[in-house]
Nanobody, 124 residues
Framework: QVQLVESGGGLVQAGGSLRLSCAASGSIFSIDAMGWYRQPPGKQRELVATFTVNDSTNYADSVKGRFTISRDNDKNTVYLQMNSLKPEDTAVYYC??????????????????WGQGTQVTVSS
């Protein structure tokens, strides 16, 4: 079983900061990519920031210069440092991981996993 668990969400005033964490656990063979998405109220889920398969980073234009994605490979954890938060950053933030689960001494085909989401609310 593979599980992604997010933490660090909450209520913050505009201009403030939050740091989200997402830890992947379970029978993991390897992680190809991890990242963050968000779903604002009444809207579609959208990309925030990701590490891609070739280890580069990709940010949504709306968060460039304010958010920073980082990771600790030893802990299978990805972080999202969010600074200068705005009310429009209010959303449920989801972690995703494209990874290979362990099967015996080998691995399954890579597939996408999602966390349960963490609420971020920015007040004006």
């Amino acid at each position: 079983q593979v599980q992604l668990v997010e933490s660090g969400g909450g209520l913050v005033q505009a201009g403030g900061s939050l740091r989200l964490s997402c830890a992947a656990s379970g029978s993991i063979f390897s992680i190809d990519a991890m990242g963050w998405y968000r779903q604002p109220p009444g809207k579609q889920r959208e990309l925030v920031a990701t590490f891609t398969v070739n280890d580069s980073t990709n940010y949504a234009d709306s968060v460039k210069g304010r958010f920073t994605i980082s990771r600790d490979n030893d802990k299978n954890t990805v972080y999202l440092q969010m600074n200068s938060l705005k009310p429009e950053d209010t959303a449920v933030y989801y972690c995703d991981a494209f990874l290979r689960a362990k099967i015996g001494s080998g691995s399954a085909s890579p597939r996408l996993y999602w966390g349960q989401g963490t609420q971020v609310t920015v007040s004006s």
